[in-house]
């Protein structure tokens, strides 16, 4: 019963063959080595004689498997084995359940930053959606998705998938800015139809309607000239139009860096190339008209 | 309360007079549309008598003996086309110079390619505009030419003459941005914000349909709306409407600024205006106002949206010449030029202006490197006028 109860499926009797056997095979085939050298092929013989060093290495790791593989064999090394085995679903359990917690854990801080975002967009006055609803969305996407591209690539196509990326991320701001700043040329519009329905009123109250369409034209293309003047010399105008420049300029950048890596597999000069060539083109050009007028002079 | 007076029946029979005048319109426009319409432009002939890389110098045919003994050479901006001046025949300055007896040369910058994003102001003005003014003064066995420039031509005209007075005899600015501490011109303040870096870095030379929509919207109301309103009110006029196509042509025929030259002038001139501190450097040399001795007209629109008065009436403040002429025209940046009511006030006035100063001085100084602009400053009665055509 108690050997059952050790070893109920006869684990311990099927390893201990196991392993005299792996030891006779090691012991066998150390015994085998010797004896083919005995009985070398005379072409043969020079490469023995050449390299006495490789067979003594072979010798001893035949050795030391036949010697491991004897202690291995002891009773006590088996049922310290056997124990080890017992421990292994409750290790790879374990492990499973770590991976999973930090699985877990990394759905819960996509969770929390998402839920966050409305944290975000709280501050922003939403009575005034109309006004602030695209500057309000470059702000969430800066301060909530974009460091979902900045997350470190790894392994041999990380430089790819980071450029590819960044064309992802620097896409996603100009659109936002664009926009933006598309809003922005659209309010005088707006204000200027406010403004023109005011003065309508007010001339229809003051029974001094125009009855000529030409008038009513001019008098929105003045108000609408007027309201953009007034708009392009704003503090917000002004930043907005350098910052649509520059995400214009960085998502070209970010493009054509992306573009140029898969350029470098087709048998075309990049553009960095041609810009290279050029630049020594005209650094040449510079200093062979330097000379050339120093030698007319 | 009253009654409000609300002409509707007045108001519909005039849509309706309206709507008829549409209709008849649209058919005689579509006549004129597909008739053969005249909208060449850069007519007056010349020939290309210089070329280096894509610079050319055009030399126009004389239409008239010449009553100048010294030829001028106009430098247009790297922005647009110098074709501005020549738009159509009757209605060209190339034309009114060349019956005014000058003998007249033109720089073509030519359209940029990526090769050319690394020229800069020095390549332009010591390199190209050196070696067109040697070759002119070398045909004609002079040694000095009159210089005029237009706009960011004038720019380089004026740098040009600071770091050279030696080879220039009198100096024509027209709507010549100098002074770049002035909010009054959008461009000055949008540009003030730019990060100028980023945009060379990235696209070489600054691509001309960026510049474009910049300037469009610097009034999208009248350029991008009231122009086109206008157009289609008058398309039924084929006189109109080649005028406008005209127009069209020169203003969407935009090569790119090279990518340095914009860097430099933006830097040096919309941020750090430099020039007028006598603090910008170009090719290595500090340009000097003080050293520019030679007689000065300086000539700007007073409607100018795109280079402001402002930009341009400090100019005689800070140069070193004693004979300096401020004229400033009731018109804007382009109308100076297009328009045949201040074409017969600017071209003639120019040449005017140039033929008073055509002398030669008594004895010829040997060639070399003389005290600058000495003779036609010294001649001179120093004088300071300014005009103000109101």
Request: hydrophobic residues 40%; aromatic residues 8%.
């Amino acid at each position: 019963m108690n050997e059952k109860k050790e070893d109920p499926s006869g684990m311990t009797s099927m390893v201990d063959t196991w392993l005299k056997s792996l030891s006779d095979l090691f012991g066998n085939m150390t015994a085998q080595q010797n004896t083919t050298q005995g009985q070398q092929q005379p072409w043969t013989m020079a490469s023995q004689g050449a390299n006495p060093k490789a067979q003594a290495t072979m010798d001893a790791a035949f050795q030391n498997w036949q010697s491991m593989a004897n202690a291995m064999a002891a009773p006590e090394s088996i049922s310290a084995l056997l124990k080890g085995s017992g421990a292994m679903p409750e290790m790879l359990l374990k492990l499973s359940q770590n991976s999973l917690n930090g699985f877990g854990e990394m759905q819960q801080s996509i969770i929390d930053r998402l839920s966050r975002m409305g944290a975000t967009a709280e501050a922003y006055e939403f009575q005034d959606i109309d006004e602030n609803i695209f500057s309000t969305w470059t702000d969430i996407y800066e301060k909530e998705f974009q460091q979902f591209f900045q997350i470190p690539q790894l392994g041999l196509m990380r430089t790819y998938q980071e450029k590819a990326n960044q064309v992802a991320d620097k896409y996603n701001l100009l659109q936002s800015t664009l926009a933006e700043f598309l809003n922005l040329l659209g309010l005088p519009f707006n204000q200027t139809m406010q403004a023109m329905q005011e003065k309508v009123g007010e001339m229809a109250e003051e029974g001094t309607l125009p009855d000529d369409s030409k008038v009513y034209y001019n008098m929105w293309v003045k108000v609408l000239e007027g309201r953009f003047m007034t708009l392009f010399q704003t503090p917000e105008y002004v930043e907005t139009l350098a910052r649509t420049i520059n995400t214009l300029a960085d998502f070209s950048a970010a493009r054509d860096s992306a573009l140029e890596d898969l350029l470098g597999s087709l048998p075309v000069a990049k553009r960095s190339d041609m810009d290279d060539m050029a630049r020594e083109l005209y650094e040449l050009k510079k200093r062979f008209r330097i000379l050339e007028k120093k030698l007319k002079e | 309360m009253t009654q409000a007076k609300i002409p509707v029946d007045l108001i519909l029979s005039k849509l309706a007079e309206e709507a008829e005048k549409v209709q008849s319109r649209a058919g005689k426009a579509s006549e004129v549309l597909l008739e053969d319409l005249d909208t060449a432009i850069a007519q007056t002939p010349y020939e290309v008598v210089y070329q280096e890389d894509r610079v050319k110098l055009k030399h126009y045919l004389p239409r008239t003996k010449s009553r100048y003994k010294t030829p001028l050479l106009v430098t247009y901006a790297l922005i647009n086309r110098e074709t501005m001046l020549d738009l159509q025949p009757g209605r060209s300055v190339v034309e009114r110079f060349l019956d005014s007896g000058i003998d007249l040369y033109m720089i073509d910058w030519g359209y940029p390619t990526r090769k050319d994003r690394f020229l800069g102001f020095d390549d332009h003005i010591n390199g190209y505009m050196d070696n067109i003014i040697d070759f002119i003064r070398e045909r004609h066995k002079v040694e000095k030419v009159n210089l005029m420039g237009i706009c960011m031509g004038g720019t380089f005209s004026v740098i040009y003459s600071a770091l050279h007075p030696e080879k220039i005899k009198n100096l024509v600015t027209t709507v010549t941005p100098t002074n770049f501490d002035t909010k009054k011109g959008l461009l000055h303040v949008w540009m003030e914000n730019i990060d100028v870096d980023r945009v060379v870095d990235t696209f070489g030379n600054l691509p001309a349909d960026m510049m474009n929509l910049g300037f469009l919207l610097l009034n999208p109301a009248r350029l991008m709306i009231d122009k086109y309103v206008g157009f289609m009110e008058h398309n039924d006029n084929k006189q109109f409407v080649e005028n406008f196509v005209r127009m069209e042509k020169w203003i969407f025929d935009s090569p790119d600024l090279p990518g340095e030259v914009f860097r430099q002038f933006i830097k040096d001139c919309y941020q750090g205006n430099k020039l007028l501190k006598n603090q910008m450097e170009v090719g290595g040399q500090l340009v000097n106002l003080k050293k520019l001795t030679m007689p000065l007209l300086n000539i700007y629109g007073k409607f100018d949206h795109l280079v402001p008065p402002e930009a341009c009436d400090q100019l005689v403040n800070h140069v070193g010449s004693k004979d300096t002429e401020d004229i400033c025209l009731d018109t804007g940046h382009i109308g100076i030029y297009v328009s045949s009511k201040y074409q017969k006030e600017f071209a003639p006035k120019i040449a005017g202006w140039l033929k008073d100063r055509d002398h030669i001085p008594p004895k010829r100084a040997p060639r070399k490197k003389t005290a600058v602009g000495k003779t036609a400053a010294a001649a001179k009665k120093p004088r300071r006028t300014k005009i103000s055509n109101k």
